[in-house]
């Protein structure tokens, strides 16, 4: 199976900065679109962030120009920084990735979320 781990979530200040990691274990699985979605109270799950095993990138346009999405293929990581961080930024941030193995077809896995809050 495969499992991701979000870390780097907390409490900012409006125009503040962020930095989430995500690191997936896999076992057997490959990976090959990593990315962020974020669920504001109330809402729905909206993609944030996605980026490809080849480093092709899409943002929704909330966070165009403020949050940048990378991804080390090596260690199965994915890092989304933010910055000038805004209150309706405010959400739990769930990792994903698109994996999986030689004998099946690939599929959506989830992270358990990491709060972010940008508050004054």
């Known amino acids: 199976q495969v499992q991701l781990v979000e870390s780097g979530g907390g409490l900012v200040q409006p125009g503040g900065s962020l930095r989430l990691s995500c690191v997936a274990s896999v076992g057997i699985f490959s990976i090959s679109g990593m990315g962020w979605y974020r669920q504001a109270p109330g809402k729905k799950r909206e993609l944030v962030a996605i980026i490809t095993d080849t480093g092709d990138s899409n943002y929704a346009d909330s966070v165009k120009g403020r949050f940048t999405i990378s991804r080390d293929n090596a260690k199965n990581t994915v890092y989304l920084q933010m910055y000038r961080l805004k209150p309706e930024d405010t959400a739990v941030y769930y990792c994903?990735?698109?994996?999986?193995?030689?004998?099946?077809?690939?599929?959506?896995?989830w992270g358990q979320g990491t709060q972010v809050t940008v508050s004054s």
């Open positions: 994903y990735a698109l994996a999986g193995t030689a004998w099946g077809d690939e599929e959506d896995y």
